[in-house]
């Protein structure tokens, strides 16, 4: 997530000290989350790129180039090696993930979504489980919520739950200290090792809010929107409390089968790869795979189009409304730079393709595997700096970060958000010098201290859980902008190619995987033995 700064030319004395004031005003009003183009833009029709990528006809689509992807077995207990960039057919369950089944409808005349929901759960614990926990964040967007975002929302509707698997009908009862937390319990305890395929419907409604998950003028962002199954470790299930400055979403890799029934003037943009659409009446249904990712969000509108281009084999689309060709046309320039820049730099990026997706957001962007939602109050300014350009950059770091390395976003935030922000001092190299960067470094580092900040040790950790942070503008200095100094003083004392190293092997070492701090600090004191400018960094930065 982002809702950061424009790092262009700024006046002296107190270089970013407006920026931060700025940032600060837009987060807190927003309360939300935050390669060279080698050919000529194809731009197209929302309606064409969809028969183009989609084969729309009446029964079946064209499968030649994706294959079938439909996965109807029961998963077996081997974890499949899933070759993501093909779309082929794998039956079984990520290693240490799950999946996800879901028929799904969009109505607009109700504000809602929901429809059937089946997950096939692994134990991978050494535990026997009793109950299931799903996170339900939806029922957090209502009226007398508690969640810092009131909205007209309402609680999620849930029907009966059955373990098929089992064929056993289970109860389940909602927190009482947390609505979004959905205890299921199970008839037969899920031993270690074992899997269960369960299955329920629910209908979640959607506010009208310019939010990750909100309705505005007819464009619908669906985002942590059906229950996900919450992370069990260390012999207890996940359930921090949901808030609004930042992300606090925490899941394992699984596999997503959805199909998404919406009116046929509606585009559907996903996670995912979409392998067909189907008329059915006066809606249209969506087919799509999304194999090992984190998560699985849409956004749906009547009024998109979209720019593509092809960076190294990967798609990446730019989709905009209301005619506004000029910011997705420097959206996707910033797209595909961005994608060819963190390649290079940390490792590829395993999916066939990125959608990037001006739309009503009340923050500056917000990050989704595949899929990256961008604030269309974010304008094209013809510039490689321009707030846009740098927020897309941001945002489609997390892919690695985040999306391939996962980490739980409440308690160690810093292992996306100050990553993405890093990145986006990767994306500059793209025009900017070493020195350059390095000045501008300086002058965040600079901003920082004096700026509402006790220069005192505690105030200099990014490694904190949300809720020991001193306020908001503490958790946004330290998880994004010391964060991102961080490692750059980190590149500085290891040396550049040390440091790239160190960070390529974390990234293939943790992807698809969860990380901690600790693992990260494992992996750079590999790579810096004996560095004692290293280790006054890591003591300075990170909380033991």
Not at 357 to 382: H, K, Q, W
Request: some cysteine; overall charge negative.
């Amino acid at each position: 997530m982002d809702g950061k700064r424009n790092n262009t030319a700024l006046s002296s004395g107190n270089p970013f000290l407006w920026i931060l004031i700025l940032t600060l005003s837009f987060l807190l009003s927003s309360c939300t989350g935050l390669g060279f183009r080698e050919s000529g833009l194809s731009i197209q029709s929302t309606e064409s790129q969809a028969i183009a990528t989609a084969a729309l006809s009446s029964e079946v689509s064209d499968t030649s180039s994706t294959g079938d992807v439909r996965i109807t077995a029961v998963p077996t207990d081997t974890p499949a090696t899933v070759p993501v960039k093909d779309s082929g057919q794998n039956d079984n369950v990520p290693e240490n993930g799950n999946k996800y089944i879901m028929d799904l409808t969009l109505d607009t005349e109700n504000k809602s979504i929901g429809g059937t929901m089946t997950v096939i759960v692994r134990n991978t614990s050494s535990d026997t489980w009793d109950k299931l926990v799903f996170r339900d964040y939806p029922s957090l967007f209502t009226p007398d919520t508690d969640s810092g975002y009131p909205a007209d929302g309402r609680i999620t509707d849930i029907g009966e739950i059955r373990d098929i698997t089992e064929s056993e009908t289970l109860d389940y009862s909602r927190s009482g200290a947390d609505v979004s937390v959905l205890n299921v319990f199970l008839q037969t305890p899920l031993v270690s090792g074992d899997m269960r395929k369960i299955t329920f419907s629910f209908t979640a409604y959607i506010p009208n809010a310019e939010n990750r998950y909100g309705h505005m003028n007819n464009i619908y962002n669906i985002a942590n929107f059906y229950p996900v199954l919450a992370v069990y470790e260390d012999g207890a299930w996940s359930t921090e409390k949901y808030f609004d400055m930042g992300e606090c979403f925490y899941s394992v890799i699984s596999d997503y089968e959805v199909t998404v029934s919406a009116p046929s003037g509606m585009t559907v943009i996903t996670s995912g790869k979409t392998t067909r659409i189907t008329p059915s009446g006066s809606s249209r249904i969506w087919t799509i795979f999304a194999p090992v990712v984190r998560d699985f969000a849409l956004v749906a509108g009547s009024d998109f189009e979209v720019v593509s281009e092809d960076a190294h084999g990967i798609a990446v689309n730019s989709y905009y409304s209301d005619g506004d060709i000029n910011s997705g046309e420097e959206a996707l320039d910033a797209g595909v730079k961005a994608i060819l820049a963190f390649e290079n730099e940390f490792g590829e990026y395993p999916y066939p393709e990125i959608d990037i997706v001006l739309t009503y957001l009340d923050a500056g962007g917000m990050e989704y595997p595949n899929l990256v939602m961008i604030s269309n109050v974010l304008e094209a300014e013809f510039s490689d700096d321009s707030l846009l350009k740098i927020v897309v950059a941001h945002e489609v770091a997390h892919q690695w970060f985040y999306g391939m390395v996962g980490d739980n976003q409440f308690t160690e935030a810093w292992l996306d958000e100050s990553f993405a922000s890093y990145s986006e001092l990767v994306y500059k190299e793209t025009y900017l010098s070493d020195e350059e960067i390095g000045a501008e470094i300086d002058d965040m580092e600079a901003a920082l201290d004096p700026e509402g900040i006790d220069i005192e040790p505690g105030n200099y950790y990014i490694n904190l859980p949300y809720d020991e942070f001193k306020g908001p503008f503490v958790y946004v200095s330290c998880v994004y902008w010391r964060g991102e100094v961080f490692l750059y003083r980190l590149k500085e004392a290891m040396g550049e190619d040390a440091f790239r190293e160190a960070i390529k092997v974390y990234y293939k070492d943790y992807s698809m995987k969860i990380a901690t701090t600790e693992d990260f600090i494992q992996v750079i004191t590999k790579y810096a033995p004996d560095n004692q400018e290293v280790e006054q960094l890591l003591q300075k930065y990170l909380k033991e």
